[in-house]
């Protein structure tokens, strides 16, 4: 039985990423009707992707005969929007992050996909990783012992820099902070909030940020340390940056009796490898080949096909929304900020 998809927003990432990944995953995986607003670019996006329809009006979109879910990859402030929009027309959606800009909107779209029976994801592809399914699994089954700190990094990289930094290139919205609402916390750090949920299990409860931005001469932040206190008193470190020689982009966690770190697969690109040290003993494991994109893709259908809960969930990405609200606000206050319910 065939799943189809459409794709709201065709910039970079759905052309090099999430169009493709759609076409190499499972036989059902149909990508069926794209929609930009320019009709050219809309119909250039479907010829070169193998979709049926390129469209200019998105509910006629919604409309094409065939699509059960939508990959909606929209500037970010109109996530919810086409969410909401998607679910009142019987759509499952796979959200790219953030999965909006407010809390408000991100309980919207939770329960406006509730309200309609269809299931809302949202796109961390990280927890997809294999080296990261292998370290949640040895978390939970006691392998470290009590995780007590962790960190994950992710920045863009520049090789031999002189003087400072150049801008990134970035697609015009993700200059625009009313479209994009943050700098490097919303490109790559959501990533690396989600997946340290993803990977201790267990969920935040104080929040302090420190930035280069949240201000008004310099909305959009280009690094980003967050410090975030779990459950039980773990502590964790987010850093988020742009433009930043040779990055070390390795998500790692700290037990009472080993460490896990997964180095190197804090990217768009698969690779890296498992180091587990105890003390006594090191082991490694590589990674070489694989598509994190296309297996976000398949458990998405899987998910919507069994009825139950995508992973990661639109629970998931509205906690996300939170921690991140709640850094921001650290960042322009100097202050710690405690989430609500924690």
Same mark, same amino acid.
């Given at each position: 039985?065939?799943?189809?998809?459409?794709?709201?927003?065709?910039?970079?990432?759905?052309?090099?990423?999430?169009?493709?990944?759609?076409?190499?995953?499972?036989?059902?995986?149909?990508?069926?009707?794209?929609?930009?607003?320019?009709?050219?670019?809309?119909?250039?996006?479907?010829?070169?992707?193998?979709?049926?329809?390129?469209?200019?009006?998105?509910?006629?979109?919604?409309?094409?005969?065939?699509?059960?879910?939508?990959?909606?990859?929209?500037?970010?402030?109109?996530?919810?929007?086409?969410?909401?929009?998607?679910?009142?027309?019987?759509?499952?959606?796979?959200?790219?992050?953030?999965?909006?800009?407010?809390?408000?909107?991100?309980?919207?779209?939770?329960?406006?996909?509730?309200?309609?029976?269809?299931?809302?994801?949202?796109?961390?592809?990280?927890?997809?990783?294999?080296?990261?399914?292998?370290?949640?699994?040895?978390?939970?089954?006691?392998?470290? *012992? +009590?995780?007590?700190? #962790?960190?994950?990094?992710?920045?863009?990289? =520049? $090789?031999? &820099?002189? %003087?400072?930094?150049?801008?990134?290139?970035?697609?015009?919205?993700?200059?625009?902070?009313?479209?994009?609402?943050?700098?490097?916390?919303?490109?790559?750090?959501?990533?690396?909030?989600?997946?340290?949920?993803?990977?201790?299990?267990?969920?935040?409860?104080?929040?302090?940020?420190?930035?280069?931005?949240?201000?008004?001469?310099?909305?959009?932040?280009?690094?980003?340390?967050?410090?975030?206190?779990?459950?039980?008193?773990?502590?964790?470190?987010?850093?988020?940056?742009?433009?930043?020689?040779?990055?070390?982009?390795?998500?790692?966690?700290?037990?009472?009796?080993?460490?896990?770190?997964?180095?190197?697969?804090?990217?768009?690109?698969?690779? *890296? +490898?498992?180091?587990? #040290?105890?003390?006594?003993?090191?082991?490694? =494991? $590589?990674? &070489?080949? %694989?598509?994190?994109?296309?297996?976000?893709?398949?458990?998405?259908?899987?998910?919507?096909?069994?009825?139950?809960?995508?992973?990661?969930?639109?629970?998931?990405?509205?906690?996300?929304?939170?921690?991140?609200?709640?850094?921001?606000?650290?960042?322009?206050?100097?202050?710690?900020?405690?989430?609500?319910?924690?």
């Amino acid at each position: 039985m065939s799943f189809g998809w459409a794709i709201v927003g065709i910039g970079r990432h759905p052309d090099l990423r999430m169009a493709p990944a759609i076409r190499q995953a499972d036989a059902s995986a149909r990508l069926l009707a794209v929609c930009s607003r320019d009709a050219g670019r809309a119909g250039a996006f479907a010829r070169k992707h193998g979709a049926e329809a390129g469209y200019d009006d998105y509910q006629a979109m919604l409309r094409h005969p065939g699509v059960d879910a939508v990959y909606v990859a929209s500037p970010n402030a109109l996530h919810a929007e086409h969410t909401i929009a998607a679910a009142r027309a019987g759509k499952h959606v796979l959200c790219d992050k953030p999965m909006a800009l407010t809390i408000a909107d991100g309980r919207a779209m939770v329960d406006a996909c509730r309200a309609s029976g269809v299931k809302l994801g949202a796109c961390f592809h990280l927890r997809h990783h294999p080296a990261h399914k292998e370290m949640r699994r040895l978390i939970q089954s006691g392998r470290i *012992g +009590e995780p007590t700190m #962790a960190e994950a990094q992710w920045a863009s990289g =520049t $090789r031999g &820099l002189a %003087g400072p930094p150049p801008r990134p290139a970035l697609q015009g919205w993700w200059e625009d902070p009313d479209l994009v609402g943050g700098g490097a916390t919303m490109a790559s750090g959501v990533h690396c909030i989600d997946l340290l949920r993803f990977l201790l299990g267990k969920e935040v409860t104080d929040v302090v940020a420190l930035t280069d931005g949240q201000t008004e001469a310099r909305p959009l932040e280009q690094r980003a340390g967050i410090t975030l206190r779990f459950q039980g008193g773990l502590l964790a470190q987010v850093s988020a940056a742009r433009m930043v020689p040779d990055p070390r982009n390795d998500a790692v966690v700290y037990g009472t009796n080993a460490r896990l770190s997964a180095l190197g697969t804090m990217s768009m690109a698969f690779g *890296g +490898e498992l180091e587990q #040290a105890d003390g006594v003993t090191v082991a490694h =494991t $590589r990674y &070489l080949k %694989g598509d994190m994109y296309q297996s976000m893709v398949e458990a998405f259908q899987e998910a919507v096909g069994q009825g139950r809960e995508p992973d990661a969930s639109g629970q998931d990405g509205l906690r996300c929304i939170e921690i991140t609200r709640a850094a921001f606000e650290s960042a322009r206050t100097g202050r710690a900020v405690r989430l609500s319910g924690a």
